[in-house]
């Protein structure tokens, strides 16, 4: 700890409330003069009993108690003590697709769900900051860069399909989304990881690529679905299309593996297994940390404070014998 020169006091203009310490104090000395005459007036002395000869100090007491709560608001504080602070440079912001395509239940529940299960795990794990993106036709930030990982995840468990209200599925759209949320940090480590189906009716995907290339931001892509298909459940039946025939939905791989591979991120296929996600939570092991310290002022403002508690507490028992 270093000790530093002397008191100084955070909110040092707080102090000129002490100079209504002495008007409270004549207050209190004229209310317990006052006192006094009223009790003598109404009651003999015999019949008053013994008052408390102390008594008399209480103003004083309940006036130096005030003037010490008062330094003690002023926040006072001498030295500082030296701690150090860990920045960790990673960034991962997750871009969960909520298209009406993601509620097909063609890997034991619905896509979403098992996209959902997957991103809370990956925000769980995150070191560095988390965001949340989703979309449809059209991108939405639901939570931006963060450390509270832990609300992200509660977010993440929210979300519907189909809740943006923009049918369609645009992914370059959802990762230009994303990359705003960084650009005003550009020094900061930062991984994109898009979960869908892999279904994109969007035409920015290769200008999505690009960017990121030019940014250096790592694209890992997860693919939820089957290749082989399945039909989109709906409170009326199977989703139909505007010609009244079933909708039938593919997980496809070909944009996604485009994504990754533009970016030096990988791709990940229904990572189910208890060590599928490994490709991305490895990743948390070679964080870069920078290491600086800052100097803390040593609050004193409890030594103040105590005292008046004291004062306070000792002008309550000379209260004691009050007529």
Not at 3 to 11: I, L, P, T, V
Not at 104 to 129: C, F, N, P, W, Y
Not at 275 to 289: E, F, I, N, V
Request: no cysteine.
């Amino acid at each position: 700890m270093d000790e530093g020169a002397g008191m100084s006091f955070r909110a040092i203009l707080l102090l000129w409330l002490l100079a209504a310490i002495p008007f409270a104090l004549a207050f209190l000395v004229s209310r317990e003069r006052l006192r006094t005459r009223i009790a003598r007036r109404f009651a003999a002395e015999r019949l008053r009993g013994n008052t408390n000869p102390a008594r008399s100090l209480r103003p004083w007491l309940l006036g130096a108690a005030l003037a010490l709560a008062i330094v003690a608001l002023a926040g006072p504080y001498a030295g500082y003590e030296i701690v150090p602070v860990i920045a960790r440079e990673a960034n991962r912001v997750l871009v969960i697709d909520v298209s009406n395509s993601m509620a097909a239940e063609d890997v034991g529940t619905s896509r979403l769900s098992a996209a959902k299960a997957i991103a809370m795990r990956l925000a769980d794990a995150q070191e560095g900051r988390v965001a949340l993106v989703v979309f449809e036709a059209t991108p939405e930030v639901v939570s931006p860069l963060t450390s509270d990982t832990a609300s992200v995840a509660s977010l993440v468990d929210t979300i519907l399909p189909g809740e943006i209200g923009e049918p369609g599925s645009d992914v370059g759209s959802a990762i230009l989304a994303a990359l705003r949320l960084i650009e005003h940090d550009p020094e900061q480590k930062v991984d994109l990881v898009v979960l869908s189906d892999g279904e994109d009716q969007g035409t920015r995907v290769t200008e999505a690529v690009q960017r990121a290339r030019a940014k250096g931001v790592q694209i890992s892509t997860i693919v939820v679905g089957s290749p082989t298909g399945s039909t989109i459940p709906s409170p009326r039946g199977p989703l139909r299309d505007d010609s009244g025939e079933v909708v039938t939905t593919y997980a496809r791989t070909d944009v996604m593996s485009e994504i990754a591979r533009g970016t030096g991120g990988v791709m990940l296929e229904n990572p189910f297994g208890a060590d599928a996600l490994d490709p991305l939570l490895g990743k948390q092991g070679t964080l870069s940390k920078n290491t600086s310290e800052m100097r803390v002022p040593v609050d004193r403002y409890q030594w103040p404070l105590g005292l008046a508690m004291l004062l306070f507490l000792a002008g309550s028992v000379l209260n004691r014998g009050a007529e």
